[in-house]
């Protein structure tokens, strides 16, 4: 079963544009992660931010997490073509250490 | 480069054949996880380990499917009598302890025939 869903499924934008995408997931977490998926390859880890954080950066990317709303948002300023992959949140699932992911956000940045 | 490593990263077989993938994780993380991601979708959990003990084991994992780490370092995942089916990209990854983040190999594609 899914934890994370992502939304939008698919976002195209202009090179320069910023990117936004949007996770919520079910149960109580104590942290949320977000990965890149360039294509036919594997993920990357960007960023964690636990449950007691509400924003985190990284370079050009901005994580926020709101817990009362079970969501969470990836924000990418100023995208280059590069940034074109899919990218995925995911959470532990209760007690265990197993990731739950979304089907991810498919993500064109346009040159 | 020290990261995640996965071996072969693509496999072709018949529909009924044996095969086994390899996995060699960042060397001092103690946990080492299989998932498995089909087209379209995201990773969906398999099985993991802290050191050679396999702590949980998904229901996605039939009797067809095992997995070792023998000395708490490589892993290897084995599909026996593939079928259709299991055409996926086997993922693993590492970390160093609970709760903080995975890091993923390249992946093992399996297209069964």
């Known amino acids: 079963s899914q934890q994370g869903e992502e939304d939008p499924q698919a976002l195209s934008i202009q090179e320069g544009e910023n990117a936004t995408m949007n996770c919520s997931y079910k149960t109580s977490i104590n942290n949320l992660q977000w990965y890149r998926q360039n294509s036919g390859r594997g993920l990357v880890h960007l960023i964690l931010i636990r449950s007691n954080e509400r924003e985190k950066h990284s370079g050009r990317l901005r994580v926020t997490l709101d817990t009362s709303k079970k969501s969470s948002s990836l924000l990418i300023t100023a995208s280059r073509a590069a940034d074109t992959a899919s990218y995925f949140c995911?959470?532990?699932?209760?007690?265990?250490?197993?990731?739950?992911f979304g089907k991810g956000t498919k993500l064109t940045v346009n040159p | 480069d020290t990261g995640v490593s996965q071996d072969p990263r693509h496999k072709i077989t018949k529909r009924g054949q044996n095969v086994t993938f390899r996995c060699d994780p960042i060397s001092e993380h103690n946990r080492l996880y299989w998932y498995r991601q089909t087209l379209g979708q995201g990773p969906e959990f398999l099985t993991y380990?802290?050191?050679?003990?396999?702590?949980?084991k998904s229901r996605l994992l039939s009797d067809r499917f095992s997995a070792e780490r023998p000395k708490g370092s490589f892993s290897t995942l084995e599909i026996q009598r593939t079928e259709q089916g299991d055409s996926a990209m086997y993922l693993c990854a590492s970390s160093l302890m609970r709760g903080v983040e995975q890091y993923f190999g390249p992946g093992t594609r399996l297209t069964v025939t």
């Open positions: 995911a959470t532990p699932s209760g007690g265990s250490e197993k990731l739950v």
């Open positions: 380990f802290q050191n050679e003990a396999q702590l949980e």
